[in-house]
């Protein structure tokens, strides 16, 4: 069985979409699955960044939920733009210190 099919038997229909539509890194969601431990930075009040938490929420692994305040300008401090020059939440902080941005 392939990665991607064991990602789709493990997902319902709101978790392929988001895949399928790029909402969410595939490669971050094989992270999740193989167990590899990450650290999702993200505000609640953001769809994009609950899109995110809901696939590892149903993919069942332990990860760190860090809250980033879009609207205080958490994304823009100089310690998340030394993480994530993009200034943009999601994103996603792999054990190893690699980062993807969820879109």
């Known amino acids: 069985m392939t990665s991607i099919q064991k ?8 978790v392929d979409w988001y895949i399928e539509q790029g909402a ?3 490669y971050w969601v094989k992270c999740l699955l193989r167990g590899i431990d990450v650290k999702i930075y993200g505000d609640l009040i953001s769809g994009n ?3 995110v938490k809901y696939v590892a929420d149903y993919l ?12 205080e300008g958490g ?4 310690e998340m733009l030394a993480k994530n020059p993009a200034g943009q939440v999601p994103f996603i902080e792999l054990h190893d210190g690699r980062i993807f941005g969820a879109v």
């Open 49 to 51: 960044c609950l899109k």
């Open 60 to 71: 069942g692994h332990e990860y760190q939920w860090v809250t980033v305040d879009v609207v």
């Open 7 to 14: 990602i789709k038997s493990r997902a319902d229909t709101a």
């Open 24 to 26: 969410v890194h595939l």
């Open 75 to 78: 994304a823009r401090t100089s």
